[in-house]
DNA sequence: ATCCGATATGCATCATTAAACATATTGCAA
DNA sequence: TTGCAATATGTTTAATGATGCATATCGGAT
């Protein structure tokens, strides 16, 4: 939260992201791509961890692709055909990466909360 | 720092963002930015602060109003005419905002240095 | 009064990214 | 052996944002 009511940065907020990256600064893994492995983890499927998060099954498929690519190994075991169609499942390493991303993010917001108060504090004292 | 070589995340690393926003998410002011202002204070013009960052001065001058719209209140008090053309400086809201976010980003390394640690080493593990 | 260089701002264009469209492939079950 | 639904991927169009271009304004110094 900014501050009191009155303050001069009152409805002004600190945001912040978090992502994987390569040495050269292409994203790997952002929030939006964990979600939609966790998406996937969910429902077993590429189409419907998509459809939930209402982004295009083009645009999913080409995401997770792309940081397959660029961390050299698999994300999620994929298998197309059969009466329905496909599954999809993540793999052991993707699994780890969640739920090391997710211990990441609550320590972020731990450390990040009194480093945000004390910014706040004294930005509306002038 | 990813981890030591052989590490399955070895040329991965965490990045990360900071910037301040309304509540609706659009952007006030970030590293970008908080670097123009901090050139401004050094070379009392817009246009040099611009010409020094590679930046159009079209653009340097759009982003400084805007983020002072989105504040509602003055960052750089700028006058024009004159021999030289004119000149720019800081209000003083604006060198409190430059000293709190480079107290800001000092706490948030700090305190990122160990939680980065912590979540490579337990990726590489897997 | 005129000149100069920086501030001020609208408008066109270009580039980068995201979304949409189209089409092929796969393999189980009926 | 055919149908189906999801995976797989190229192409193309739309949208967003950055860049460049043009032009006006201002006021101290000459």
């Known amino acids: 939260m900014a501050g009191s009511q009155g303050d001069k940065y009152y409805d002004v907020f600190l945001r912040y992201r978090l992502w994987l990256s390569t040495k050269d600064g292409i ?6 791509r964990l979600a939609l492995l966790r998406e996937i983890d969910k429902t077993g499927s590429l189409k419907a961890a998509a459809d939930n998060l209402n982004i295009s099954y ?6 997770i692709k792309h940081a397959e690519e ?13 009466k329905l169609g496909g599954k999809s499942q ?4 993707a699994r780890n990466l969640l739920s090391a991303y997710d211990e990441l993010k609550d320590d972020f917001e731990l450390a990040i909360k009194d480093i945000t ?10």
Chains 1, 2 share one sequence.
């Open 90 to 93: 993540l793999t052991d390493e």
């Open 117 to 126: 108060r004390k910014f706040f504090k004294k930005i509306n004292k002038t």
């Open 27 to 32: 994203g790997i893994l952002g929030e939006g």
């Open 58 to 63: 083009r645009k999913a498929w080409g995401n």
């Open 70 to 82: 660029m961390l050299g190994f698999i994300l999620v075991e994929k298998q197309r055909g059969g």
